[in-house]
């Protein structure tokens, strides 16, 4: 079903800087026909509403209770959204995460997005995808005004998007909500997998380090609750004599002027490394054989409590949410997978949910410490032992990365007009949708409502 696509019979120009060309029989719809502008507080009524928040997979309800990612200081300055609203993120365009999403929830969402009500509800799905398709690829920016990089409302309003039929816009949303849904699945398996073998790699760092490799030594009672008996002749010591501790903070609005630093988010800690941005001013920097560790912990399981060693040659900086530790008289890789351990290893030991450790946490945080020589012989057990799920959990980011990256394409090409889904789609199966959640979305990013005011 997805080998017969072919181009449409004729094209004519959009006139749009954008777009090029377009499937001769669409209509060039003024944004003022399609969408406008609904702005309506919810004030004291807050608490009657549902927090809603605009992620890269969608608009989606916010889980209040876990108060994972960023929220609005004033509840009351949040505005009310609709089932069937397009929720905008007009500025910092080339940064945001997501610039566009149709909202299947009624509820409320922070002052700093534009809602717009479709004045043609039966296009509000094609509108999505189509900017959808502009947003991955940030080809809205002959739109963009200004140092922050903002779409002006009236100059949206005053643009045109290209329109299909309402029976082929039909058709087209029909096809790319199946073929969304296979690469979602396809996605969410790969996931899945992912997990196991962190959960995996997890419990065979836990017992090298907690008990090291000779299961018939003697043990002792470690003096720490959550540490629990430890092998009789391991010393319990405080991380501040173990490293030094550094903490500082970075804000990507401004970049480096050598341009050598990579900064550092907690994100890119607690995934090993794979989502690192280019630096930006920075109060303290890491160095090969420094150990970054997450210094923000989040309540109810789901913190980002994860350390990560530097092995390459490059030089990092590290954001607010991150500290460096160069290791002294311990094994570097021991004292990395030591940390890289269950996130309730890193909390007060007090139950406290708290949001943010402090510097005297983590200088304070007991370690494990063996022999020398064991730690070597840990540290080589780990990484043999974790570099078959550590090479696997890679490739399979890749190929989740390369289905996204298609699906990127496929939209972009069939809400353009580039390939014709007609046919196709006539012969599809109905199919569900799949919703998106807050577990699959990343909230790092979310803007904040002070933010409103571009």
């Known amino acids: 079903m997805i080998t017969d696509f072919k181009p449409y019979a004729e094209y004519k120009e959009s006139g749009l800087a954008w777009l090029g060309q377009v499937p001769g029989h669409w209509e060039l719809a003024p944004n003022r026909s399609l969408m406008r502008i609904r702005k309506k507080l919810v004030g004291e009524r807050h608490s009657a509403f549902t927090l809603l928040s605009l992620t890269k997979l969608g608009v989606i309800v916010r889980d209040i209770s876990e108060m994972r990612g960023k929220f609005s200081s004033d509840p009351g300055t949040s505005q009310e959204v609709r089932k069937g609203d397009l929720v905008m993120c007009l500025f910092d365009v080339p940064e945001t995460p997501r610039t566009v999403g149709l909202s299947g929830h009624a509820g409320m969402i922070t002052g700093a997005y534009t809602v717009m009500e479709c004045r043609r ?29 903002t779409i002006p409302k009236e100059r949206l309003l005053g643009a045109k998007t290209p329109l299909p039929p309402p029976d082929e816009q039909a058709a087209i949303v029909r096809f790319l ?30 017992r090298a380090v907690t008990r090291g490799l000779d299961h018939s030594a003697p043990l002792k009672d ?5 540490l629990g008996e430890i092998p009789a002749h391991w010393e319990v010591r405080r991380l501040t004599s173990l ?69 390459d040659s490059r030089e990092y900086a590290v954001n607010q949410r991150v500290c460096a530790l160069t290791p002294r008289g311990v094994e570097p890789r021991f004292l990395a997978y030591f940390a890289n351990r269950n996130w309730h290893l890193l909390r007060h030991d007090d139950g406290l949910n708290q949001t943010h450790l402090s510097n005297y946490d983590f200088k ?48 972009a090409d069939v809400v353009t007009g580039k390939l014709d889904v007609r046919t196709t789609a006539a012969r599809l199966p109905d199919v569900s949708v799949i919703e998106p959640s807050e577990s699959d979305a990343e909230l790092d990013d979310e803007p904040e409502a002070e933010e409103a005011a571009v």
Not at 126 to 139: N, Q, S
Not at 178 to 206: D, P, S, T, Y
Not at 403 to 408: A, K, N, Q
């Open 121 to 149: 509800p039966e296009s509000a799905k094609f509108l999505e995808l189509f900017y959808i398709a502009m947003d991955d690829r940030k080809l809205l920016s002959p739109l963009y005004s200004g140092l922050r990089n």
């Open 177 to 206: 909500n199946w073929a969304n849904g296979r690469l979602e699945r396809a996605i969410r398996a790969k996931r899945k997998v992912i997990a196991l073998l962190n959960e995996q790699k997890q419990a065979i760092i836990h």
């Open 222 to 226: 470690s003096g720490v609750s959550w």
């Open 243 to 311: 490293a030094s501790f550094r903490s500082g903070k970075a804000h990507e609005s401004f970049v480096a002027p050598d341009g050598r630093y990579i900064c550092v988010t907690a994100r890119f800690v607690s995934t090993g490394g794979t989502a690192i941005k280019r630096c930006t001013e920075c109060a303290c920097a890491a160095a090969p054989g420094d150990v970054l560790m997450v210094m923000s912990d989040l309540p109810n399981g789901r913190a980002l409590a994860r350390a990560y060693l530097i092995r």
């Open 364 to 411: 304070t945080m007991p370690v494990l410490v063996p022999s020398a020589a064991e730690q070597t012989e840990i540290a080589d057990f780990l990484d043999k032992s974790c570099g078959f799920a550590d090479s696997t959990s890679g490739r399979l980011e890749r190929e989740i990365e390369l289905l996204r990256e298609y699906r990127t394409r496929l939209i």
